[in-house]
T-cell receptor, first 113, second 111 residues
Framework: GDSVTQMEGPVTLSEEAFLTINCTYT??????LFWYVQYPGEGLQLLLK?????DKGSNKGFEATYRKETTSFHLEKGSVQVSDSAVYFC????????????FGQGTRLTINP | NAGVTQTPKFRVLKTGQSMTLLCAQD?????MYWYRQDPGMGLRLIHY???????AKGEVPDGYNVSRLKKQNFLLGLESAAPSQTSVYFC??????????FGPGTRLTVT
């Protein structure tokens, strides 16, 4: 079945550092790809998405590009802030029927001032 | 516009007890989902619904039942709770554009 693999966490960075969180996927079809963010004590929020190859999703300074040739959707931010501390989930949807999401295991990010 | 709400926020059960978690959405979404979140495992789909009166099994359905009698509500039931069902439960809903909206979660502990 479809699956998503994220880089192991936790990740700890200093404020203003460059962030990359790797995400790769396997899928039999042509999925849509997502990054969700979970702040402490809250539910998940959609951070960005991409629905076709070479699409770049972006939001709040975060970016990710849908790379079909490498089956990847890596999350990047040029200068992180303390407020970016959260758990980040990569996910895919097969875009069929019930639009079910398959999640990666999550990467906990901590930004130190 | 409250989005997706879940009740209760916290619950402690003894092994063998039953309970129902309620999810409500006010966005007129057709699709609704129940997930569980366990450390290091991301979110796993328990059951889902593609419309009022429909339900289907997800990845980890054993020990749970669901009902969708009204479009805006999706109930998750545990008939006989087990310690392995200690988890954080999230409900989500979705409309036409693949984006799922999540509730704040219910933290369940089974002792």
């Amino acid at each position: 079945g479809d699956s998503v693999t994220q880089m192991e966490g936790p990740v700890t960075l200093s404020e203003e550092a460059f962030l990359t969180i790797n995400c790769t996927y396997t899928a039999t079809g042509y999925p849509s790809l997502f990054w969700y963010v979970q702040y402490p004590g809250e539910g998940l929020q959609l951070l960005l998405k991409a629905t076709k190859a070479d699409d770049k999703g972006s939001n709040k300074g975060f970016e990710a590009t849908y790379r079909k040739e490498t089956t990847s959707f890596h999350l990047e931010k040029g200068s992180v802030q303390v407020s970016d501390s959260a758990v980040y989930f990569c996910a895919l949807s097969d875009r069929m029927g019930a639009q079910k999401l398959v999640f990666g295991q999550g990467t906990r990010l901590t930004i130190n001032p | 516009n409250a989005g997706v709400t879940q009740t209760p926020k916290f619950r402690v059960l003894k092994t063998g007890q039953s309970m129902t978690l309620l999810c409500a959405q006010d966005m007129n979404h057709e699709y609704m989902y129940w997930y569980r979140q366990d450390p290091g495992m991301g979110l796993r789909l328990i059951h889902y619904s593609v419309g009022e009166g429909t339900t289907a099994k997800g990845e980890v359905p054993d020990g749970y039942n669901v009902s969708r009698l009204k479009k805006q509500n999706f109930l998750l039931g545990l008939e006989s709770a087990a310690p392995s069902q200690t988890s954080v439960y999230f409900c989500a809903s979705a409309g036409s554009y693949y984006e799922q909206y999540f509730g704040p979660g219910t933290r369940l502990t089974v002792t």
